[in-house]
């Protein structure tokens, strides 16, 4: 009885530890050759609302991880038949940066060697068998929270803040390749500048606050159209968008897009008001991206400069 009470203040304990933003459906990967250590580990993560795969050796471990890519954390013994745990961890390490996937290799206790050897195959953190379940839970926990924090450093330093768009500096990271890949197997690829008509008058008016609701909606809105393209928020009230489309449906797109923009409304209690976009348009075939941008902003002055609310390529 008092084993029992003390395992369920321990359970208790540990579902009061759980950081509230980590995700229930967050996977853990657990290999070892030993069926009842599988068991055992699987019963005190799953205590923590973590979803946890096994797998019996290094290879079945790497089959676990095709079939499921959003795996975040890998538990690993060092000695199985077929493929051991430094092998698994090498491998895993080609395709899995340290910020991306943690790995907790698991050694025996009394072989300093073999914790070392773990680490430099490539393992995040070792722990020694046996082990207490309080020291793995922690482990675990710091692992995923050192994951998190890489994350939300990461989204801070590439997207907008306020319509949590990708922001210029990571277009241009990732527009680089995504035209080096265009380039290579000879895709289309196409740039759109849109920028908000009399963006001022908005602010002005409605105040500043307002101009604001209407930066995230244009940003709901790229959200929606363009699911599949990079968009980000390149200036004020200005939104770049690099797409793969074929770039004969390109022009009819936007102008699809700036039509939608126009016939929509932003509304608050205290204020309802529409606007529109002017866009400019070019190929990205055998140019720089630079120069893309460049011919897409010079219609986009076009377009301003014949009235606005329309599309020029
Ligand atoms: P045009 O049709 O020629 O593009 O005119 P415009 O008024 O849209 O362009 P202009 O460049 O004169 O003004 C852009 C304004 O956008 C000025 C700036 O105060 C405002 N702005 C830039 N960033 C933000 C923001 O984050 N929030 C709000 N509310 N306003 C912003
Ligand atoms: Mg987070
Ligand atoms: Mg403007
Ligand atoms: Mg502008």
Request: charged letters at 25%; aromatic letters at 8%.
């Amino acid at each position: 009885y008092v084993l029992k009470k003390n395992i369920s203040a321990y359970e208790y304990a540990c579902h009061l530890a759980q950081r509230v933003h980590r995700n229930h459906s967050t996977k853990v990967l657990i290999v070892d050759d030993s069926k009842s250590a599988l068991l055992m580990l699987k019963r005190h993560l799953e205590i923590q609302r973590l979803q946890v795969i096994t797998a019996e050796n290094g290879k079945d471990a790497l089959l676990k991880m095709a079939e499921h890519p959003d795996i975040k954390l890998v538990i690993t013994d060092y000695n199985m038949p077929e493929m051991d745990g430094f092998e698994l961890i090498q491998q895993l390490r080609i395709r899995h940066p340290k910020d991306q996937l943690a790995i907790i290799g698991l050694s025996s206790s009394g072989e300093a060697r073999l914790s070392a050897q773990l680490l430099k195959s490539g393992a995040n953190d070792f722990i020694g068998k046996p082990f207490s379940y309080e020291e793995l839970l922690c482990r675990v926990n710091q692992n995923l929270d050192y994951l998190d924090h890489i994350q939300d450093i990461r989204d801070a330093a590439n997207r907008d803040y306020l319509t949590k768009l990708h922001n210029r500096r990571y277009f241009f990271n990732e527009g680089k390749l995504l035209h080096q890949r265009a380039l290579f197997q000879e895709t289309p690829l196409s740039l759109a500048m849109i920028d908000i008509d009399h963006f001022k008058k908005i602010n002005d008016r409605y105040g500043h606050e307002a101009g604001d609701t209407a930066l995230k909606h244009m940003a709901d809105l790229l959200r929606g159209e363009f699911p599949d393209d990079l968009v980000a928020r390149f200036g004020g009230e200005e939104f770049c968008i690099l797409s793969t489309t074929d770039s004969a449906n390109t022009y009819k797109r936007f102008d699809e897009f700036r039509r939608k923009v126009a016939d929509s409304l932003v509304h608050e209690d205290n204020y309802q008001f529409g606007f529109s976009v002017s866009i400019g348009i070019s190929s990205v075939q055998n140019e720089q991206l630079d120069a893309s941008i460049h011919a897409a902003d010079l219609n986009l002055y076009r377009a301003k400069e014949q009235g606005r609310n329309q599309v020029i390529s």
